[in-house]
């Protein structure tokens, strides 16, 4: 007959959805899972920016190379891109030209001193663009590591939850247990749902960010045999 009754009060409708489980959590369960729900939120936020992102990178630097590989002049490209915002592969061709630039204007007499100062601005823009494609990689990778962690906790706290009922009510019956085990089976749901797509996410977004920062760093050592072959054309090869 005990039973019988428990089993009526957890199928009597209602106790256990989702919304039922967080109201009926105490604060540190609410706490946790608020901190997953959030996580998670903001974890879909990233993903989407990185989609349209690297989508975007990927078309401005296709876009890029066709023009710089279409026989146009390399002042005329300059002068074009200089006058607007750039990134990707145009803003480490606009940092190359700046100083080759600089260093033509003023008559620079050392060889070896332009190519290295031009190796270094180009370190440099490439230094910058791996940041702006790396950006908020790291909270997915925290949030993929994390998260479960976390949500284990909620769900410990949840079955000491359950074991105090057990205690208070001196009864092991359903009605009993399954609130807290609802509780931590849920803590435990919202981790793994924040975790699983972070890591999938951070693993894809970390793969393109290296193919996009490879072609960067083609590109640059690419431009600078072009304009280590000017150099020599202006000294005659010495």
Same mark, same amino acid.
Request: aromatic share 10%.
């Given at each position: 007959?005990?039973?019988?009754?428990?089993?009526?009060?957890?199928?009597?409708?209602?106790?256990?959805?989702?919304?039922?489980?967080?109201?009926?959590?105490?604060?540190?369960?609410?706490?946790?899972?608020?901190?997953?729900? +959030?996580?998670?939120?903001?974890?879909?936020?990233?993903?989407?920016?990185?989609?349209?992102?690297?989508?975007?990178?990927?078309?401005?630097?296709?876009?890029?190379?066709?023009?710089?590989?279409?026989?146009?002049?390399?002042?005329?490209?300059?002068?074009?891109?200089?006058?607007?915002?750039?990134?990707?592969?145009?803003?480490?061709?606009?940092?190359?030209?700046?100083?080759?630039?600089?260093?033509?204007?003023?008559?620079?007499? +050392?060889?070896?001193?332009?190519?290295?100062?031009?190796?270094?601005?180009?370190?440099?823009?490439?230094?910058?663009?791996?940041?702006?494609?790396?950006?908020?990689?790291?909270?997915?990778?925290?949030?993929? +590591?994390?998260?479960?962690?976390?949500?284990?906790?909620?769900?410990?706290?949840?079955?000491?939850?359950?074991?105090?009922?057990?205690?208070? +009510?001196?009864?092991?019956?359903?009605?009993?247990?399954?609130?807290?085990?609802?509780?931590?089976?849920?803590?435990?749901?919202?981790?793994?749902?924040?975790?699983?797509?972070?890591?999938?996410?951070?693993?894809?977004?970390?793969?393109?960010?290296?193919?996009?920062?490879?072609?960067?760093?083609?590109?640059?050592?690419?431009?600078?045999?072009?304009?280590?072959?000017?150099?020599?054309?202006?000294?005659?090869?010495?």
């Amino acid at each position: 007959m005990e039973i019988y009754q428990a089993a009526e009060v957890v199928s009597s409708g209602g106790d256990f959805s989702l919304l039922s489980l967080f109201l009926r959590a105490d604060w540190v369960i609410k706490f946790v899972m608020l901190g997953l729900f +959030s996580a998670s939120v903001w974890s879909w936020a990233i993903v989407i920016d990185k989609v349209v992102g690297f989508g975007r990178a990927r078309r401005e630097m296709n876009r890029f190379e066709r023009v710089f590989w279409s026989g146009q002049s390399l002042e005329e490209l300059y002068q074009t891109l200089s006058e607007r915002p750039v990134r990707g592969m145009s803003a480490v061709f606009v940092a190359a030209m700046k100083e080759w630039k600089r260093s033509h204007e003023q008559n620079a007499a +050392s060889y070896i001193g332009v190519q290295v100062r031009i190796d270094k601005v180009l370190d440099v823009a490439i230094a910058r663009e791996t940041e702006r494609l790396e950006k908020r990689l790291g909270f997915l990778a925290t949030v993929g +590591s994390a998260s479960p962690f976390i949500g284990l906790f909620g769900t410990v706290w949840g079955i000491m939850n359950s074991f105090q009922s057990i205690a208070a +009510s001196e009864s092991t019956n359903l009605a009993v247990v399954a609130p807290g085990i609802a509780e931590a089976l849920f803590a435990t749901a919202l981790g793994l749902l924040a975790a699983i797509p972070a890591v999938i996410a951070y693993n894809k977004f970390s793969a393109d960010a290296n193919k996009l920062v490879g072609r960067l760093e083609g590109f640059a050592d690419e431009f600078c045999t072009i304009l280590s072959r000017q150099m020599d054309a202006r000294t005659g090869g010495a």
